[in-house]
Every structure is written in C-alpha cells, then in structure tokens.
C-alpha cells in the first residue's frame, strides 16, 4: 500500500467512497460532506488552498480511502482534518491511521492545531481521533459548515503525544 496525493484521476472513486459510507450511515444528507460542493474535484479544491492537501492510500492500483488537511482558520493557526473514509474491506488493517499520521505530520508544518467534525454514531471513527490525542469540544468552532455534525475535536500539533506508538 502507498500513501501519495490526490491526482485527478482519483477524484471520482473518492467522491465514491465518501458518498457509499456516508450513506451506510443513512448521512446523505444536506449538512454533511455528502453535499460539498468540491466532492466531485477534490484535487482542484486542495491544490487550490493554501497549505493544504489530501492524501490517498493505493493499494494495487485501487484507491482504498483518503484523508486531508485544509485552512479552518488561518489567523488563529487552526486547520481541519477533513474526509478520512476507507472502503470497508480496508478498515481495521491501520490505513486510516497510516492516513492520519501524514496528515497530521503535514499539519504540524503549517498550523498549531487541527479541528475535526464527526457524528457520534460513527463510533470507530471517534476512537481514532482520541487515540491520536483530539480532545472532545463541546461546541463546534465558529465558521463550521457541516451543520449537522454532533462532535468535535481539536488537537494541538505541537504537543508530543503518543500517536507515534499507535
């Protein structure tokens, strides 16, 4: 398996992946990434950011998931980890942290925390976040446009923590 950025040519079984287990979550709904307006171009959208960018895992030619790191709010040094979905057959085998691990070591980079937007029932995905240090916010931040997402995270970056074990 390789981690590499996102080419054109992955956007639209990204745009797969996200919709299919959004959709298993009964989450095709207004409010959720299901309706970004990038979905179908994640390429040009990350390409277009400054200091942003999202990654792919690949495996034998087959694009099994991806993950990316995108501005929040650049004043106060705060970006979101955004997208991280896997096709199911590639769950429980560490790619999902394999993907957080690059983007979370490209976030250091450039910003002093990292926000991230979920749903509570997306229970493994929760998990995830604690276990590389994300602290549950009681709120979501101002400027957040997933309306419809229950939990939030944020993580300082430059702490040490212990996500280089996991």
């Known amino acids: 398996m390789i981690i590499r950025e996102i080419l054109e040519k992955d956007d639209k079984a990204i745009e797969q992946i996200i919709k299919e287990t959004l959709e298993s979550f009964d989450l095709a709904i207004e409010g959720t990434a299901y309706f970004d307006r990038e979905l179908s171009h994640l390429s040009h959208y990350y390409a277009r950011q400054p200091h942003a960018a999202y990654w792919v895992a690949e495996k ?21 980890l955004q997208k991280l979905y896997l096709i199911p057959e590639a769950q429980g085998q560490g790619i999902a942290k ?57 993580k300082k970056l430059q702490e040490e923590s212990n996500e280089e074990n996991i």
């Open 60 to 80: 034998d030619g087959k694009i099994l998931g991806g993950c990316g790191i995108a501005p929040f709010n650049i004043d106060a040094r705060i970006c979101e």
């Open 98 to 154: 394999a993907l957080m691990k690059t983007a979370l070591s490209y976030a250091k980079e450039y910003y002093d925390h990292c926000y991230l937007e979920t749903m509570i029932k997306m229970d493994k995905a929760n998990g995830l976040y604690r276990s590389f240090g994300f602290q549950k916010l009681d709120k979501p931040l101002g400027g957040s446009v997933h309306s419809i997402m229950d939990v939030w995270y944020m």
